[in-house]
């Protein structure tokens, strides 16, 4: 059944304060206290970097890959190389234009903790792509530009960070350019985010002229030398930093490290994991300065895998037995073969390489035979997995976004959404006689997310419907390349898609057949209304009092009503 966007956003329908108490970490960081099932999950940081488009993420994420080791759980993972699996080059679109079109994944050791990393495309066509990986979190790393600020997709993908209560850190970027004043940077995440700023570290010089950075919590100073790897911290004093570079005045500094510890507010772990508070760290991804310590940070005050809403209760990390859910679907990572791979995040329990697990939307049974781990430009077997991680799982169309696995129990997720697409086309095929293999095709990327189609009822050609333009680009270039199907898209006389529900059945099957014309059905097979314009959807809304109208629909809890 469709939500409406009040549903969505509390799917589970708890007070906003209750809602935020509960998703405070459940898990004890006092080892004594664990099973070794918690310990395993307690060690888990699982979380997405999120930003305005260039801002850097992908530059961030290579860097910290730099640090990570490949994982290795009992010393049985074998890494498989595949270059063909790398994020950055399987799609040629991201290569030619220096954009990411979808979350990569990657999974990687540092010291003795295990991180799940979700690269998001900033681009706002593939927002929904970056949505859906908010839905798999725990916590997210906001990289802004130092040169430009807050901007437009920032805001936005902070506002759904808050609406999940997903705890955020702050990497300010760039800080080897030109700059803009930190002070003003930080007083401008607090008023245009409503958002405390807790500055960690804080940048001594600038653009040109940025050498390092002091830890506000310890006094330490680190420099920038060379392109090593990691830069050691050390007790130096202002004076010695000056020394042996002229255009740093060492009163300046020191007045200015004076007020940092003076007026800014210090790091405190309720408000950040509560979402009022955010830890900022500066540095510079290219030059790989500042990496480090944002990756301790998020090792040490980020949250471990949080309790997860179902449509029944509530499923702990440390629970006994496995649950998942299914947030991203990948297909012909490798060209050679068409395979297809569910990305899922584990809530709870163990994967074991093998086990058998229900897909509760089915009630099928599958065997997980070889569950995969993503790190960089390669994939490996997962022998096991705990909650928190997300892991790979091939398959050939079973699985789709919004699936729940579980050992037996029947529950299903919450809150994987999706959203009516601000943009319709028709598709026009050059070649007529391939129409059933786009039809086969159209599916196949609708399932995995790259775009939504609309299969009229009238049975006139089918209907795409985007967030931008630049995921028709993308359609476009895929069929090409993964179908040999090339595709054109035309105007479409509707403009506005929503999806249609009532309290009685009865009462859709007779606005649809009243709306012949204008109806179509989703992925799932669920109703949409096809509207001409703005005017329509209000007109027809209007004299429909009984039929409701929404913009987004909530995958899970949709699939497990049926
Ligand atoms: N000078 C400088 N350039 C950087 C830094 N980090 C990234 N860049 C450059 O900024 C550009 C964008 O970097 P990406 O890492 O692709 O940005 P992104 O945020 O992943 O971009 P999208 O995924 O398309 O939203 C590239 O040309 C990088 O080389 C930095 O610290 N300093
Ligand atoms: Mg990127």
Not at 2 to 14: C, K, M, Q
Not at 59 to 64: A, C, F, G, R, V
Not at 232 to 258: C, F, G, M, N, Y
Not at 470 to 494: C, H, N, T
């Amino acid at each position: 059944m469709p939500l409406s966007a009040g549903e969505y956003l509390d799917p589970v329908g708890h007070s906003s304060h209750m809602h935020r108490a509960m998703n405070v970490p459940v898990l004890t960081e006092d080892p004594a206290m664990r099973s070794p099932l918690a310990a395993e999950a307690a060690r888990r940081r699982t979380f997405a970097i999120i930003s305005h488009p260039d801002a850097g993420k992908t530059t961030l994420t290579e860097k910290l890959l730099l640090f990570g080791g490949a994982i290795n759980l009992a010393g049985q993972v074998k890494a498989k190389r595949d270059r063909r699996s790398t994020r950055s080059d399987w799609m040629a679109i991201e290569r030619e234009r220096g954009i990411s079109v979808v979350t990569s994944v990657m999974t990687f050791e540092y010291n003795k903790r295990i991180f799940n990393l979700l690269d998001t495309p900033g681009h706002e066509d593939f927002s929904e792509d970056t949505y859906r990986t908010l839905t798999a979190v725990d916590s997210a790393v906001m990289v802004i530009d130092a040169a430009k600020g807050i901007e437009a997709r920032t805001r936005k993908l902070f506002e759904v960070c808050r609406l999940r209560d997903i705890p955020i850190i702050t990497f300010i970027n760039k800080m080897d350019r030109e700059s803009r004043d930190p002070f003003e940077l930080l007083d401008e995440i607090e008023k245009t985010l409503a958002l405390d700023t807790a500055p960690m570290t804080w940048p001594i010089g600038r653009g040109r002229d940025f050498v390092g950075t002091y830890n506000t919590g310890s006094g330490s100073v680190r420099l920038m030398e060379g392109d090593s790897k990691v830069n050691e911290l050390s007790q130096i004093s202002v004076e010695k930093i000056a020394q042996a570079r002229s255009h740093i005045d060492p009163v300046a500094l020191r007045e200015e490290l004076a007020l940092v510890q003076s007026a800014c507010k210090k790091f405190h772990s309720p408000a950040f994991l509560e979402g009022h508070l955010t830890p900022i760290f500066f540095g510079s991804a290219l030059k790989n300065f500042g990496v480090s310590d944002l990756l301790d940070a998020i090792g040490d005050l980020a949250p471990p895998p949080r309790a997860q809403n179902t449509d029944g209760r509530r499923v702990e990390a440390g629970e006994p037995k496995l649950t998942a859910f299914v947030f991203k679907i990948q297909a012909n990572m490798d060209p050679n073969h068409r395979d297809r791979i569910a990305f899922a995040r584990l809530c709870s329990g163990k994967l074991e390489r093998g086990m058998k697990v229900k897909q509760t939307r089915t009630g099928k049974i599958m065997s997980l035979n070889s569950p995969q781990f993503f790190f960089a430009q390669e994939r490996a077997i997962a022998d096991e997995a705990y909650a928190g991680d997300v892991v790979g799982i091939p398959n050939h169309g079973t699985l789709r976004i919004g699936d729940t696995l579980t050992e037996g129990e029947t529950l299903t997720f919450v809150g994987v959404p999706s959203f009516a697409p601000e943009i319709l086309r028709r598709t026009k095929l050059g070649d007529a006689m391939k129409a059933k293999k786009l039809k086969q095709s159209l599916q196949e990327m609708a399932e995995e997310g790259v775009v939504q189609v609309f299969n009229p009822t009238d049975g006139s050609p089918a209907l795409i419907g985007v967030v931008g333009p630049l995921q028709l680009d993308v359609l476009k270039a895929r069929l090409a390349m993964e179908y040999g199907i090339e595709v054109s898209f035309d105007q479409s006389e509707f403009q506005l898609a929503r999806w249609i529900s009532a309290d009685e059945r009865r009462k859709v099957d007779e606005f649809a057949a009243e709306k012949f014309s204008s109806i179509a059905t989703d992925l799932d097979g669920d109703l949409v209304f096809l509207a001409r314009s703005q005017f329509d959807l209000d007109y027809t809304s209007g004299r429909t009092p009984n039929i409701k109208f929404t913009d987004i629909k909530d995958v899970k809890a949709n699939q497990s009503s049926k």
